[in-house]
């Protein structure tokens, strides 16, 4: 059985939402556009789509395509006349009237590959965020010999009266509010326009101006490009990418073509201003169907490719309503995707054709390249052999690294000993402090069946110091006169000469960085929990390591001295510590205060050797 609507389901009554135009017209200013200015860049659009209106709708039309933005300083008025298909007296009540309804949408849905622009239905009432008043005279193609004007202060209210037939198109005037009056001269418009419009097809002239402010296609476009010398495209790509390229000189491009999901074509460019590896210059502008949507896109471009610049064009994208940003749907993960692939074969197609600008960019971008060879397998293949490891004996490749089948690589640069270490062995090491070295040294060791050996880690101290034996008695002694907090550990290394080398335990350094109270305001509790299960199995406390050299002759002739009871062994030993101070304070800020005290040391050790020279004789 069924039961009965209610009395107040039968009484109710379906009504049309009202629309505040006011409220309307308040979020379009100060919420909808970034900037005012983008209005200009929405009459003219309709201006464009208006003209390709018009050869869709009358194919016999051999007229000139022109919109021309005229500006009176004086009158603080700019004009936007179109040579395009015009309106009729009804089309301004249907559509030039009517918040979010456009005679373009309606033509795109029928044929989305028609050049049109406009989606919403939005861009003429943005006028009214510029002007306090607006007029459109207009003569339609379909009614060559009516006018009709359309006048409006607030578009709440307005008025259409018929008027002579003008050429066919349609011509705005903005009468601007005080604000905007600086809008009004032509050199800004120039500005303006030519930011927004570079790429639309019709040509657009700025207070009738002889050249338009978009006089030649990109390159993408240009119907002569099969035609050119490779050299003379290089060039004109150069000179396009130099438009947009506002803080560096593009070195090289390379293409962006349709692919797989993605429909945008267009080109990019590597910067000719030198980088560090977390540099971040990405610049890409985005463009519509031609009409500029944003010329800060750099989150399509992958996070890598600081380095790099570009202009793309797209007819898939779907704009946000203000047309200032991008809807993250299926297309635009696709022209990521597709950005991504033209990097990494148009550097490596750099690498092949154009060695002298490979150099180049290599010499300017060596950091960042060897963090970028990290994120793709094809990038490190191009990059292994390339790209220069800043070592201690300057920026090298990692094949000029090796010696005897292994890579040394310092995690820090603190330490004055490591630096002696490997000076006194003639072997490079890499400075693992730097920008992406050791996870890119690790792969490429991996890839050439190497070892890498990391000082200051257990597994690399294994590799570079073989453990000896004293007895306990002996290195307690060792410990108490050479030693300061340092975990001291007998071994024999190379190179003999060197008595004594002090490596910073990086391992226990990272325990005591995380088991600092302030570590847990720094870092997220999931990263500090696994970090700590870590550090967990590390025992060692000492923050560093003092390695004695059983096959250095000094330490050899300290311990028999030891062993024999000669006095002058406390006094060696005092000098072997001030050595290992003075070495210690070269490159450690926080071990520079012991200097002095090591000097003293000196100071007293030599006077204590040469005062029982003294009694000897």
Known sequence: MNTPPSESAQTAQIRRAGVDLGGLMSVLSKHLYSTPMVALRELVQNAHDSIVRRRIEQPDWQGAARIDVIADSAAKTIRIVDTGAGLTEHEIHAFLATVGVGYTRTLRQQDDDSGLIGMFGLGFLSAFVLAKRVSVRTTSYQQPDQGHCYVSSSAEQYSVSPIAPREVGSEVLLELHDEFAALAHDARLRDI??????????????????????????????????????????????????????????????????????????????????????????????????????????????????????????????????????????????????????????????????????????LRHNEALLGASLCDERLFALMMDSVRIPTSQGDLVARDLQSKGALHVLLDSDSGFEEMLFRTLGVPVAHGNRYAVVPFLRRWTQAKGLRLVELGTEQGNRQLFNLAELPEAEQAWLASLLGDEEKLIVARFSPPGLPLVVVPDREAELKRRLEEDDADKRISTAALRLARQFTAKIQSTQLSRLYINLDNPAIQALLDAHRQGNPRSASAARLLRAFKRIMASHNDKENASQLGSALADLAVAVHDLLAVDARDT
């Open 193 to 362: 326009l030519g930011r927004y419009c570079v790429l639309l097809r019709e040509p657009i002239h700025v207070d009738g101006a002889g050249e338009p402010i978009n006089p030649e296609p990109p390159p993408w476009r240009r119907d002569d490009r099969s035609a050119l010398h490779p050299l003379q495209a290089r060039r004109r790509k150069l000179e396009f990418a130099a438009h947009f390229e506002h803080d560096f000189e593009p070195i090289c491009t390379f293409d962006l073509r349709p692919e797989g999901g993605s429909d945008a074509i267009g080109l990019l460019w590597v910067q000719d201003g030198g980088t560090y590896g977390t540099s971040d210059n990405r610049n890409l502008s985005i463009f519509l169907r031609g009409m500029l949507l944003d010329d800060d896109a750099r989150d399509l471009l992958p996070p890598w490719a600081g380095f790099i610049g570009g202009v793309i064009e797209s007819n898939r994208l779907t704009p946000t309503a203000s047309r200032e940003d991008l809807q993250r749907d299926a297309h635009y993960t696709a022209i990521q995707h597709a950005l991504s692939e033209a990097l990494i074969s148009g550097l490596g197609e750099i690498a092949r054709s154009q060695p002298e600008a490979w150099r180049r960019v290599l």
